[in-house]
């Protein structure tokens, strides 16, 4: 790894190569079942990838977003989840995702209101 791959104020490789990672369900089912892909998760991805760039997060360091499939969570989707803090959100639409970014992804700080309630799985 070379020097100039890492953030500009780190002296030494992060213990963990990103802080958070965010990953979208962008599942879709061709037999009609519901999916998340359904749910405009592709418009929610471009848009997180967006603002977090947008805010300066991403990078080495800081914030990685990644596409994902099922993640056998589809009753409570559209569905992303954060780690290492293993939160799980169920989101609505691209102002979710700014709150997202701009609450938990920024500044740590959990939205409670979009968590994935516990029992909802597939
Ligand atoms: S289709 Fe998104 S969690 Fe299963």
Redesign the pocket.
Known sequence: MTQDRLPPDVDSPPASYYQRHIFF?L?ERRNGEE??ANHHAQEAFDRCKSQVKAAGLSGPGQVRVNKAG?????AA???VVIYPEAVWYSYVDVQDIDEIVESHLKNGQVVERLLTPPHLG?
């Not at 099922?70 to 589809?74: Q, S």
């Open positions: 369900c599942n999916a998340c099922c993640l056998d969570r589809c989707g559209p569905v597939r």
